[in-house]
């Protein structure tokens, strides 16, 4: 594996040695960052000249790829400032043993790099401040097929702007702000093509093996031979027809995760509470009322084996109850996506219609147009004609378009 920024990184902390003292502004000094560019081969121009005028370089902070390395070194915690100096994080330094936890550190830490590296000040963009949603944006894009830069650049400039108001801002102004906004975007793209997690060719960014197996990291996703269970989750007492899925997903998933792919797969909107119980102890979203142990700290193969079940229970008052039964382990195979619906049956019911048996009533009604509750339940259900809704309906593609939105969501929350 060889990443040109991976071997600035480690050469710089190896540079770092036991400190290094700082500017009053907390940056490298311009007599030590004269000595990094030459010895990290940054590429970065000291003193530039613009026709028969010299501009001497007055900080660091001009140096654009060595402030990359640096402030890259920074947040993955390899190094720390203390008073006015840089020092090691000792604790951290079996990282630069190893090539492969060492890049994973970097990519994984690259959405909170926006504000250290890009350009403030009147060229500012406004992805510099939006920066982690931006990058996430990007990265879960190129994980789901190649793209254009410029696609990508016009991706990041809708999540950038999102936040803003620009109602009253003037043709000139939107221009600018999207030319600095495109440069930022072609500057993280850049980045990461430094690191080895993307290539660029004829305009097109694509992620390498490297990229996809961080975003696998970043998602939960195993990596090919990794342990995998196959579940099925069943509606219990529905059974007109039945309401069942069949997903894969790795074995090691975390509650909160599985949570989600129940959601998405039954079909779901995640608008009310839940909780896992393997009979003994409850999991969800720590509650001091409640009671329940911390799914986020809870791993799906610490609890159930092949052939034993977790009971699923979705909103406290409907009580939508799941059987999730570990039909058999498996590991997961290249080129494969996890989690993954492979089979299902049955359509999700409505949320807030009581549960099976209301679920049960609304069928019935909806089925006999002579019914005094009929039309008022095709209004309810948002039904033009009864012949729309199909209790035995199920996509599994739609589902799995559910659950890839659903992780990339999870992803982008879990990382705010």
Request: one cysteine or more; a negative charge; hydrophobic letters at 40%.
């Amino acid at each position: 594996m060889k990443s040109e920024l991976v071997e600035q990184v480690r050469a710089f902390v190896s540079w770092v040695g036991a400190g290094r003292k700082l500017t009053q502004t907390g940056r490298v000094t311009m007599t030590d960052a004269r000595v990094l560019v030459e010895l990290l081969g940054t590429g970065d121009v000291l003193d530039p000249a613009i026709g028969d005028h010299v501009y001497r370089t007055g900080s660091s902070r001009e140096l654009y790829n060595l402030t990359l390395v640096v402030e890259w070194a920074k947040v993955a915690r390899l190094v720390r400032k203390l008073g006015n100096k840089l020092v090691p994080v000792k604790k951290n330094a079996a990282l630069l043993d190893d090539e492969w936890a060492l890049w994973l550190t970097l990519f994984t830490t690259f959405d909170r790099m926006g504000e250290a590296f890009l350009p403030a000040g009147v060229s500012e963009s406004p992805l510099r401040p939006e920066f982690a949603s931006g990058s996430r944006m990007m990265l879960t894009s190129l994980y789901q097929a190649d793209q254009p830069v410029g696609r990508l650049c016009a991706m990041a400039w809708e999540v950038a702007t999102a936040p803003y108001v620009l109602d009253d801002a003037t043709e000139f102004q939107l221009g600018l702000w999207r030319r600095c906004n495109d440069r930022d975007t072609e500057c993280v793209l850049d980045a990461l093509r430094r690191l080895g997690a993307v290539t660029i060719e004829d305009e097109t960014a694509a992620l390498t093996d490297l990229g996809r197996s961080g975003m696998r990291r970043l998602l939960d996703e195993p990596e090919p031979g990794d342990p995998a269970y196959q579940l099925r989750i069943t509606l219990v007492e529905a059974d007109d027809p039945p309401v069942w899925r069949r997903v894969l997903v790795p074995a090691t998933i975390r509650l909160d995760r599985l949570h989600e792919v129940v959601q998405a797969t039954m079909g779901w909107q995640n608008a009310h509470l839940h909780a896992f119980s393997d009979g003994q102890t409850s999991y969800g979203v720590p509650d001091p009322e409640l009671g329940f142990h911390d799914e986020h700290a809870t791993k799906l193969n610490d609890l159930v084996a092949p052939g034993e079940r977790l009971e699923y229970t979705y909103d406290f008052g409907d009580c939508w109850d799941h059987e999730i039964l570990v039909e058999e382990a498996t590991v997961a195979e290249s080129g494969q996506r996890y989690p993954r619906c492979v089979a299902g049956q049955g359509a999700c019911p409505p949320e807030d219609c009581g549960g099976v048996g209301g679920y049960r009533q609304l069928a019935e009604i909806l089925a006999d147009p002579g019914h005094e509750e009929h039309r008022s339940m095709l209004d309810w259900f948002g039904l033009d004609s009864p012949a729309r809704f199909d209790p035995a309906r199920f996509d599994p593609d739609e589902a799995n378009r559910r659950l890839t939105v659903a992780s990339h969501a999870g992803f982008i929350t879990f990382r705010r």
